[in-house]
T-cell receptor, first 113, second 117 residues
Framework: DAGITQSPRYKITETGRQVTLMCHQTWSHSYMFWYRQDLGHGLRLIYYSAAADITDKGEVSDGYVVSRSKTENFPLTLESATRSQTSVYFCASSETSGGGTQYFGPGTRLLVL | AQKVTQAQTEISVVEKEDVTLDCVYE???????LFWYKQPPSGELVFLIRRNSFDEQNEISGRYSWNFQKSTSSFNFTITASQVVDSAVYFC??????????????FGSGTRLSIRP
């Protein structure tokens, strides 16, 4: 089915390990985003991408790395996971910039022990 | 700087009551977009509405309605005759057109709505 998917849906890891969260969309949207959702903070932007090979930092990018070699994929890597990165991570995509509607994936719940 | 404030952290009403969720925003841009998303207990984020800054016409979709007032920088959401299935966290969000590379959205902190049977 067309849409935006994330994997894994749940992940438990240990402090210091590298973790990669996957995001895949079938709409061929140019713009993709990663957010984290924490109690009391709503959703905060980690990274975004305007097209393949074009990425930029959001407000909470420290400790995260992204890549976008293909339009449909936008993986997020935690280089050395910390407990403060325990969160729910949402990927989103948008067809246009300038206020385009963002459609969200189902989220990945990450627990860092 | 852009900011979205949802002052109501939690609201609880009895089924069939009407309820309004408040959203106040700040922006320096003249062109911007406002959104509402719903996050049910299952956790996904569901898009409800998008409104651009040049369209102040109120919108109604079934039991849902939205009141956009630029004079008070508000974009309030009303559910009429609420139902238990409306229980969710609702997020208001703002996007400015000024960014050249992507339409970054700033979210409010959300309002948790509980509808009691």
């Amino acid at each position: 089915d067309a849409g935006i998917t994330q994997s894994p849906r749940y992940k438990i890891t240990e402090t210091g390990r590298q973790v990669t969260l996957m995001c895949h969309q079938t709409w061929s949207h140019s713009y993709m985003f990663w957010y984290r959702q924490d109690l009391g903070h709503g959703l905060r932007l980690i990274y975004y991408s305007a097209a393949a090979d074009i990425t930029d930092k959001g407000e909470v990018s420290d400790g995260y790395v992204v890549s976008r070699s293909k339009t449909e994929n936008f993986p997020l890597t935690l280089e050395s996971a910390t407990r403060s990165q325990t969160s729910v991570y949402f990927c989103a995509s948008s067809e246009t910039s300038g206020g385009g509607t963002q459609y969200f994936g189902p989220g990945t719940r990450l627990l860092v022990l | 700087a852009q900011k979205v404030t949802q002052a109501q952290t939690e609201i609880s009403v009895v089924e069939k009551e009407d309820v309004t969720l408040d959203c106040v925003y700040e922006t320096r841009d003249t062109t911007y977009y406002l959104f509402w998303y719903k996050q049910p207990p299952s956790g996904e984020l569901v898009f409800l509405i998008r409104r651009n800054s040049f369209d102040e016409q109120n919108e109604i979709s079934g039991r849902y309605s939205w009141n956009f007032q630029k004079s008070t920088s508000s974009f309030n959401f009303t559910i009429t005759a609420s139902q238990v299935v409306d229980s969710a966290v609702y997020f208001c969000a703002l996007s400015e057109e000024g960014y050249s590379s992507a339409s970054k959205i700033i979210f409010g902190s959300g309002t948790r709505l509980s509808i009691r049977p």
